[in-house]
């Protein structure tokens, strides 16, 4: 079945650092792809999605492009701040499937001032 | 109301018990979503709804699983016999999708109802 892997956390960076948060995935069709961001003590929240090859999604100076020949959808931010620090989600879906979601296991990003 | 409404939003319970969790999705949405998040998981998926009845309920883990959307509106996961392995955060999603449509439509969470089973 279609899956979603994303890199480790948690990840630790200092305060206007670059940002990469690794994703790939394996799907039978042609999926959307999208990160969800979850703050502390909040729900999850769409951050940005691309819905086909070579489109990128951007959102809060956080970008990521959906690249088909690698299957990858990495999540990039070029400054990161304090307030970025939160459990970030990749996930896929696809119409033919309902539309229900697969997530990766979530990576934690803490960052420090 | 305007987002999804979880309740209650942390329940504990004893091993071998029933419980309820209910949704209330974003007024005039048709499609409707239950996940569960283990500690330090992503969501996996267990059913979704269009309008009242389950489109899909191949991620429901046994038979102890059940939910129900009568009017197309709110849902209810009910778990029976709660063991300690169901403890997790159950995440309902709500979206405009119809059944019909070719395309990705966006998915609002709601906080979670935090299930513990002692």
């Known amino acids: 079945g279609d899956s979603v892997t994303q890199m480790e956390g948690p990840v630790t960076l200092s305060e206007e650092a670059f940002l990469t948060i690794n994703c790939t995935y394996t799907a039978t069709g042609y999926p959307s792809l999208f990160w969800y961001v979850q703050y502390p003590g909040e729900g999850l929240q769409l951050l940005l999605k691309?819905?086909?090859?070579?489109d990128k999604g951007s959102n809060k100076g956080f970008e990521a492009t959906y690249r088909k020949e690698t299957t990858s959808f990495h999540l990039e931010k070029g400054s990161v701040q304090v307030s970025d620090s939160a459990v970030y989600f990749c996930a896929l879906s696809s119409w033919e499937y309902g539309n229900k979601l697969v997530f990766g296991a979530g990576t934690i990003l803490r960052v420090k001032s | 109301g305007a987002g999804v409404s979880q309740t209650p939003s942390n329940k504990v319970t004893e091993k071998g018990k029933y419980v309820e969790l209910r949704c209330d999705p974003i007024s005039g949405h048709t499609a409707l979503y239950w996940y569960r998040q283990s500690l330090g998981q992503g969501p996996e998926f267990l059913i979704y709804f269009q309008g009242t009845g389950a489109a899909d309920d191949s991620g429901l883990p046994n038979d102890r699983f059940f939910a129900v959307r009568p009017e197309g509106s709110v849902s209810t996961l009910k778990i029976q016999r709660t063991e300690r392995g169901d403890s997790a955060v159950y995440l309902c999603?709500?979206?405009?999708?119809?059944?019909?449509?070719?395309?990705?439509?966006?998915?609002?969470f709601g906080q979670g109802t935090r299930l513990t089973v002692v």
């Open positions: 999603a709500s979206s405009s999708k119809r059944g019909s449509e070719r395309e990705n439509t966006e998915a609002f």
């Open positions: 691309a819905t086909k090859a070579d």
